[in-house]
């Protein structure tokens, strides 16, 4: 068997059907003549062969014919095994060629990412659900992160999210995109429309890891569809030493809180950047969310997937009088519960079924809660980050980068979330 290794810049790549939507659409910008990082996909088929080869495929259908408990151990014995066990040397012989020639070629470090054949297409995003892996070296690494990138299917994180769109990982396989890393003096997301028909770009220094984990509040730059620029926001990073549950609770309050001193972008690279975006929208022919880094030879298109948006809701003018913040909005929605203000991801059990969860920082621990919540506020975290992509995708109205929520949003309090216009207020 000679596994499915096709170039992103070959025609072959776009087809979805092998090497996932994400891969796919990564072709197809480079097809459109938008910058990306040259690389190449592996497809699914090699997952698929790889299971068969050490003998997994038994345990895989169990796994999704059983329930709960007795479920459990038939995903372990595959996920465990398809992380430890051995490639193929059908598979690995020539996907290691492959990878020493890009790294021969580039001179950069390797990006291993997750392209599932569910994964970014119409309502099933999976964002930060399955894997990607940065900065890799040495051959055992890269070959780590593909044994990784094929377990995350069964990873407890994603069989929840299957299991509240009814999939299954039969109804699935993994492929993978294989690029080098960017060297990013900065990077981040975007929107090619917002819900006030606008479209909204997120920056922050170095990788957007922190951007895409909601980690970082970050900058953030409208544009009108035209391509102007009509306003900047300069973010800001935060952080708490520890939680506050695990050690000294007053080490645990302080905090420092570091405004960017000026944006990411100037105006010229802003407008650019919106430019890129209209034409990977024309080339998905439709509103299209987008990851994107900047090095020295200019911008890169990482990612490219569709975008769900909302018109803005028409809201109580009861609430038009009480107290408010003001965030960066996920873009979809208005939400009314109690809310349950936490400190840490330790707490997530004290949020009901209902609440308005008020948190500091909107990351994918979250996503276990989001079936359960009417709405999120975050301290850090903007408008493109994994967790606002999740809540678009559940029509979950989401406020993020608020400064000092959890201290200024009183715990158990009736509180509106306005998801598109970015404001969060409270009744006593």
Not at 274 to 295: H, T
Request: proline share 6%; net charge negative; with cysteine.
């Amino acid at each position: 068997m000679t596994p499915d290794i096709v170039q992103l810049s070959d025609p072959a790549a776009t087809d979805p059907q092998r090497f996932g939507p994400k891969a796919a659409n990564q072709a197809l910008l480079a097809a459109a003549g938008l910058p990306i990082p040259a690389g190449f996909c592996l497809g699914a088929d090699a997952y698929c062969s790889q299971l068969a080869a050490l003998g997994l495929e038994q345990a895989a259908q169990r796994a999704v014919c059983l329930q709960g408990q007795a479920a459990r151990p038939f995903i372990s014995k595959v996920r465990i095994g398809l992380f430890e066990g051995p490639i193929t040397a059908a598979i690995r012989e020539p996907l290691l060629k492959a990878w020493r020639d890009m790294v021969d070629a580039s001179g950069a470090l390797t990006v291993v990412r997750s392209s599932s054949l569910l994964e970014d297409t119409d309502g099933l995003l999976f964002a930060g659900q399955f894997e990607s892996f940065l900065g890799l070296e040495t051959e055992h690494d890269f070959l780590t992160a593909v044994k990784a990138c094929w377990a995350a299917l069964w990873s407890s994180r994603a069989l929840k999210y299957m299991l509240a769109h009814e999939l299954s990982p039969a109804d699935s396989a993994m492929a993978l995109c294989i690029q080098p890393l960017v060297d990013a003096r900065s990077a981040g997301g975007g929107m090619s429309r917002t819900a006030d028909d606008n479209m909204l770009l997120s920056a922050t220094r170095g990788l957007g890891t922190a951007v895409a984990q909601g980690e970082v509040v970050p900058d953030r730059y409208l544009l009108n569809r035209a391509g102007e620029l009509l306003e900047v926001t300069a973010g800001r990073t935060q952080h708490n030493v520890h939680c506050a549950h695990h050690g000294n609770r007053q080490a645990a309050e302080k905090r420092t809180l570091n405004p960017h001193p000026e944006p990411c972008l100037g105006n010229a690279q802003a407008i650019e950047l919106g430019q890129l975006m209209l034409c990977a929208e024309r080339v998905l022919q439709r509103p299209v969310e987008i990851e994107w880094a900047l090095d020295e030879a200019g911008f890169k298109m990482l990612q490219a997937r569709p975008l769900h948006m909302e018109k803005a809701p028409e809201v109580d003018e009861i609430w038009s009088r009480r107290p408010a913040l003001k965030g960066q909005p996920s873009g979809v929605g208005w939400a009314e519960g109690r809310s349950c203000v936490i400190n840490c991801e330790c707490e997530l059990s004290r949020v009901a079924p209902g609440d308005v969860l008020v948190t500091k920082v909107a990351g994918p621990a979250l996503s276990q809660v989001l079936p359960r919540v009417a709405g999120v506020v975050a301290e850090l975290g903007g408008s493109t980050s994994h967790l606002a992509s999740l809540a678009r995708e559940r029509s979950i109205p989401m406020v993020l980068g608020v400064l000092e929520a959890t201290r200024k949003i009183p715990d158990g309090v009736q509180t509106g979330v306005d998801g598109v216009m970015g404001m969060v207020r409270w009744q006593y």
